[in-house]
């Protein structure tokens, strides 16, 4: 086994804090990569909380992780020592089922093995994610990373703009759509930049008012004040796509007004309670509500090509990893600008 240096929640009510563990040996269609940076999404904090479902302690978060390969398997034919390396959300899938086929890999019917509070193949190995120093991932699932970026600030693309890119792509948003980004943090500021890569007319739907000269300097064209009335009725009827990234409870009825007949509300949100949605909202339009988890491999790799051409990065902001409990404090707040990256030399 592999010692392996981390930062873990004991349990559902812990802080992180030191832990060690141990990883498997590198097999031989394993690659083994140090880490450098890993990002911290909102995902990681509901999960520690067991917002979503009772976890699987100690856990060890991190989902956005990039860093240098250091070891190969022998079957290993795409990466080599020394080569950026990436992993998102997932480290495994069973691999032959229709989805897994199809190259969506995050909708396995069997279920995908998610990077961490998830368990492996076997069924009894808990995963730990990226807050830790080196991990071992099978080749199918590692991403090559441009050298052309910002390293630190590429770990974020790994679930933060995959998770933005897909469902843009999907729903082939683009030039003459009128684009909502529900939320200003770690997603949503992905969300604009990729919405006005890809030629959208972007507005930033947002509850804090300070954002908003932000919210221009990524890009977008109008910025919402959703706790101003009188701006959420000028807004009424305008939006092709609404991308509602919020990860707290919120009034779908009232975004969906938002819409436009024929409009499509895409949700990678993942608030822990479940939303109330009047039929009136929907069929007064002939409206549509979507989600879309992450993203398959194929297409990650895809994005972080086009992020290498067109110079996408996430803006961050790189904290020790001793300060983890104060940026989820933050994060909570919606006080990301816009998303908190750890420097996992701190660790
Ligand atoms: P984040 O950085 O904390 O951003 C969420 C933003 O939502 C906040 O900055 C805030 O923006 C807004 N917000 C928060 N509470 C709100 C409320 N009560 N009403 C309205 N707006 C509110 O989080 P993130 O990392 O981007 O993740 C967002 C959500 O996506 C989380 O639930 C996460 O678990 C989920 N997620 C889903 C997937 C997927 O595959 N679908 C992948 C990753 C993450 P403003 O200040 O602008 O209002
Ligand atoms: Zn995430």
């Given at each position: 086994?592999?010692?392996v240096?981390?930062y873990?929640?004991?349990?559902?009510?812990s802080?992180?804090?030191?832990?060690?563990?141990?990883?498997?040996?590198?097999?031989p269609?394993?690659?083994?990569f140090?880490?450098?940076?890993?990002?911290?999404?909102?995902?990681?904090?509901?999960q520690?909380?067991?917002?979503?479902?009772?976890?699987?302690?100690?856990?060890?978060?991190?989902?956005?992780?990039?860093?240098?390969?250091?070891?190969?398997?022998?079957?290993?034919?795409?990466?080599?020592?020394?080569?950026?390396?990436?992993?998102?959300?997932?480290?495994?899938?069973?691999?032959?089922?229709?989805?897994?086929?199809?190259?969506?890999?995050?909708?396995?019917l069997?279920?995908?093995?998610?990077?961490?509070?998830g368990?492996?193949?076997?069924?009894?190995?808990?995963?730990?994610g990226?807050y830790?120093?080196?991990i071992?991932?099978?080749?199918?699932?590692?991403?090559?990373?441009?050298?052309?970026?910002?390293?630190?600030?590429?770990?974020?693309?790994?679930?933060?703009g995959?998770?933005?890119?897909?469902?843009?792509?999907?729903?082939?948003?683009g030039?003459?759509?009128?684009?909502?980004?529900?939320?200003?943090?770690?997603?949503?500021?992905?969300?604009?930049?990729?919405?006005?890569?890809?030629?959208?007319?972007?507005?930033?739907?947002?509850?804090?008012?300070?954002?908003?000269?932000?919210?221009?300097?990524?890009?977008?064209?109008?910025?919402?004040?959703?706790?101003?009335?009188?701006?959420?009725?000028?807004?009424?009827?305008?939006?092709?796509?609404?991308?509602?990234?919020?990860?707290a409870?919120?009034?779908?009825?009232?975004?969906?007004?938002?819409?436009?007949?024929?409009?499509?509300?895409m949700c990678?949100?993942?608030?822990?309670?479940?939303?109330?949605?009047?039929?009136?909202?929907?069929?007064?339009?002939?409206?549509?509500?979507?989600?879309?988890?992450?993203g398959?491999?194929?297409?990650?790799?895809?994005?972080?090509d086009?992020?290498?051409?067109?110079?996408?990065?996430s803006?961050?902001?790189?904290?020790?990893?001793?300060?983890?409990s104060?940026?989820?404090?933050?994060?909570?707040?919606g006080?990301?600008?816009?998303?908190?990256?750890?420097?996992?030399?701190?660790?």
């Open positions: 086994m592999i010692p240096k981390g873990a929640a004991q349990t559902n009510k802080d992180l804090a030191p832990w060690n563990f141990d990883r498997r040996e590198v097999g269609h394993d690659v083994q140090d880490i450098l940076f890993c990002g911290v999404c909102h995902s990681d904090l509901h520690i909380k067991d917002d979503w479902f009772p976890g699987i302690f100690p856990m060890v978060p991190g989902h956005e992780i990039v860093g240098r390969v250091i070891k190969v398997g022998d079957h290993v034919k795409n990466f080599k020592v020394g080569d950026l390396a990436g992993t998102g959300c997932m480290v495994d899938s069973c691999g032959h089922c229709d989805n897994c086929k199809h190259d969506l890999e995050q909708y396995c069997e279920g995908c093995t998610y990077t961490y509070n368990m492996e193949r076997d069924g009894s190995s808990p995963t730990y990226g830790s120093n080196t071992v991932v099978k080749e199918e699932f590692v991403l090559h990373i441009s050298d052309k970026l910002d390293l630190a600030a590429t770990a974020p693309l790994l679930c933060a995959i998770t933005t890119y897909s469902p843009l792509r999907h729903w082939k948003v030039k003459g759509h009128k684009l909502a980004v529900l939320g200003l943090g770690g997603l949503g500021h992905m969300g604009v930049k990729f919405g006005v890569a890809f030629g959208a007319e972007v507005t930033v739907l947002s509850t804090s008012p300070k954002k908003e000269a932000d919210a221009k300097k990524l890009g977008a064209h109008n910025f919402v004040v959703t706790t101003d009335p009188e701006q959420i009725k000028a807004a009424q009827g305008t939006f092709d796509f609404i991308l509602d990234t919020v990860s409870e919120h009034d779908f009825n009232m975004y969906l007004s938002l819409l436009k007949t024929d409009g499509t509300m990678v949100g993942a608030p822990s309670k479940p939303a109330e949605i009047s039929a009136f909202s929907l069929l007064a339009g002939r409206k549509s509500v979507a989600g879309s988890g992450i398959g491999i194929k297409e990650t790799q895809e994005m972080l086009f992020c290498a051409e067109n110079n996408i990065v803006d961050i902001e790189m904290i020790d990893i001793k300060d983890i104060r940026a989820y404090e933050r994060m909570e707040k006080d990301v600008r816009y998303r908190f990256v750890i420097d996992m030399a701190t660790l």
